[in-house]
């Protein structure tokens, strides 16, 4: 039963002490700490607290983890600007005949048709040029040569010049050492901005271990953009708008859920990206779940119905973001928010390298 504070964006608000962001992951990652949401009682915890290694005995055979095979791209480019000066693009998404929206630093000083360079090598800089202003971001539309005009290409370029994009909140002081500490062991398809971070948990020692104890993994793809992580700004949620993210969700991947669900097992999630991903291709499937490739912009919030999901392993999130409105409409956002004081209390750490939280079926209300 939805009441009117579940439309207000002030009431998935939390306090959080700094010292329970976590910096780096754990090590090996398998052993960050995971809370187990059971039962559906919005006025009951009744949680679990264990380990992510402890997933290969709490999920069963039959059981199938959807997780997201996106790369984050080293998206964060140094530019000389035309007037003289640095800045920095934030690659977020192509567009035609070689665009890409970016988000520029300082915006103010990338006006219509001004010059940007890339430099390359000493002597050497690729010229970019900016188009225009991109109403809806605030961002730049930037014409790079046209030999960069899809994420692969892209992606060649950035890896030799770009820096991954941190989130503010990690200490960027040696960010090179995040390179692959930021990707996920399914990370194949370049084009994310941020990583689909619920999945950094998954070692490849835990990986094998549950497909030898008959627990299946498919791979959809979502390239997480401004849709996921950009900050809740107006305080009425009920005409809330996202950003489109690039998804693709494939036969392959529909079958492994048509098989899981027919032998009796449960659809779990690994991550917000593969919920929204997989819930979209539904809708867009009119009641079907089908195949899909597209740009989605599903907000999913409380009094949301979900028709393919059972459950959802995800990492502990922002206050006032667009993630703690769909783990809200799983579990409820009274019990939400009491789970998270829960967290907070027995020292769990939050945000993208964090801790972990298991949203059984049996909880979801």
């Known amino acids: 039963m ?5 439309n207000l964006l002030s009431s998935y608000n939390y306090d959080l002490p700094n010292d329970l962001i976590a910096q780096s992951p754990t090590d090996p990652r398998h052993d960050a700490k995971l809370m187990i949401v059971n039962d559906g009682k919005e006025d009951s915890l009744s949680l679990t607290h264990a380990k992510i290694w402890d997933l290969k005995d709490i999920l069963k055979t039959g059981d199938l983890l959807v997780v997201n095979n996106t790369r984050v791209l080293k998206a964060r480019l140094k530019i000389r ?75 060649n370029l950035l890896d030799l010049y770009g820096e991954v994009p941190l989130p503010p909140y990690i200490d960027k002081e040696n960010s090179s050492e995040h390179d692959e500490k930021y990707q996920t062991r399914f990370a194949s398809k370049p084009g994310a901005i941020a990583a689909p971070t619920a999945g950094l948990h998954l070692s490849d020692e835990l990986i094998e271990i549950l497909k030898i104890r008959g627990i299946k993994i498919a791979q959809i793809t979502l390239h997480v953009g401004l849709g996921t992580f950009r900050p809740l700004e107006k305080e009425d949620l009920s005409q809330l708008d996202l950003h489109s993210e690039w998804v693709q969700v494939t036969e392959e991947a529909i079958r492994a859920i048509k098989n899981c ?38 907000v999913i919030k409380p009094g949301f119905k979900f028709c393919v999901i059972d459950g959802l392993l995800t990492n502990f999130h922002l206050p006032k973001s667009s993630l703690l409105l769909l783990v809200s409409s799983l579990i409820g956002r009274k019990r939400m928010l009491k789970v998270y004081q829960n967290a907070i209390a027995n020292k769990y750490r939050f945000f993208s390298y964090g801790d972990a939280m298991l949203i059984t079926p049996d909880s979801v209300i």
């Open 2 to 6: 939805l009441d009117q504070q579940d």
């Open 81 to 155: 600007l035309s007037g003289g000066g640095l800045g920095e693009l934030l690659l977020m998404e192509p567009r035609e005949d070689g665009q890409w929206l970016c988000l520029g630093r300082p915006a103010r000083r990338m006006r219509i048709g001004d010059q940007l360079w890339m430099d390359t090598s000493p002597g050497n800089s690729l010229c970019l040029m900016v188009i225009e202003k991109d109403e809806s971001t605030g961002g730049r539309i930037i014409k790079f040569p046209d030999e960069f005009t899809s994420r692969t290409e892209m992606a």
């Open 261 to 298: 669900k027919e032998e009796g097992g449960k659809v779990f999630a690994v991550g917000t990206t593969s919920v929204r991903a997989l819930e979209a291709a539904f809708l867009s499937g009119r009641g079907t779940l089908k195949s899909f490739e597209g740009k989605v912009n599903l």
